[in-house]
């Protein structure tokens, strides 16, 4: 079955713009995690969303917001983009039911604020 | 803040070798999870252990963990080219269901 799907892979935004990243999960998951990756930082948790649900939060600035929609694909949006925002943003989706869920993650989008 | 810290952060060997990278977490787990990310890429899942596990094995991989020293390693026996890449632990602690990242072990596999 067909994988994790973000769009787009890459972009490229000036500073003060907005962006929307989007992600598919998988068939079936119901738990969609965002994360955010830039050099040497490893993984910062942003949201997870479950059933159209934000069921976790993340230690980020009002400007990052997500939502989830009922064929449980789901969008990231970052307002008033700064030059530190830059970064490879991960999605990734799970059953999301139980702990121990293994989480599948998208190729990630590579954003760029210039 | 990250629960996991992996150690080393780098570590660089030849092929052929065996690779062996250590995680500490800081509280009690259900679960702890090792995942592979190839350099800009998304990351995959390996193995995940339970708390009430002390070794696991797939294929290659051996992974272990002492809940009493809240530590888990991962060995990778006779290393590829193609295992070139950052391998991170993650954690879940709680019923919320949110992994806790270690910041990452960058594994160089020299040929």
């Known amino acids: ?114 | 803040s990250q629960q996991g810290e992996e150690d080393p952060q780098a570590l660089s060997i030849q092929e052929g070798e065996n690779a062996t990278m250590n995680c500490s977490y800081k509280t009690s787990i259900n679960n702890l999870q090792w995942y592979r990310q190839n350099s800009g890429r998304g990351l995959v899942h390996l193995i995940l252990i339970r708390s009430n596990e002390r070794e696991k094995h797939s294929g290659r991989l051996r992974v272990t963990l002492d809940t009493s020293k809240k530590s888990s390693s991962l060995l990778i026996t006779a290393s590829r080219a193609a295992d070139t890449a950052s391998y991170f632990c993650a954690t879940d602690m709680d019923s919320n269901y949110q992994l806790i990242w270690g910041a990452g072990t960058k594994l160089i596999i020299k040929p």
Request: with cysteine.
């Open chain 1, 1 to 114: 079955k067909a994988g994790v799907t973000q769009t787009p892979r890459y972009l490229i935004k000036t500073r003060g713009q907005q962006v929307t990243l989007s992600c598919s999960p998988i068939s079936g998951h119901r738990s969609v995690s965002w994360y955010q990756q830039t050099p040497g930082q490893g993984l910062q948790f942003l949201f997870e969303y479950f059933s159209e649900t934000q069921r976790n939060k993340g230690n980020f600035p009002g400007r990052f917001s997500g939502r989830q929609f009922s064929n449980s694909r789901s969008e990231m949006n970052v307002s008033t983009l700064e030059l530190g925002d830059s970064a490879l943003y991960l999605c990734a989706s799970s059953k999301g039911q139980r702990s121990g869920n293994t989480i599948y993650f998208g190729e990630g989008s590579w954003l760029t604020v210039v």
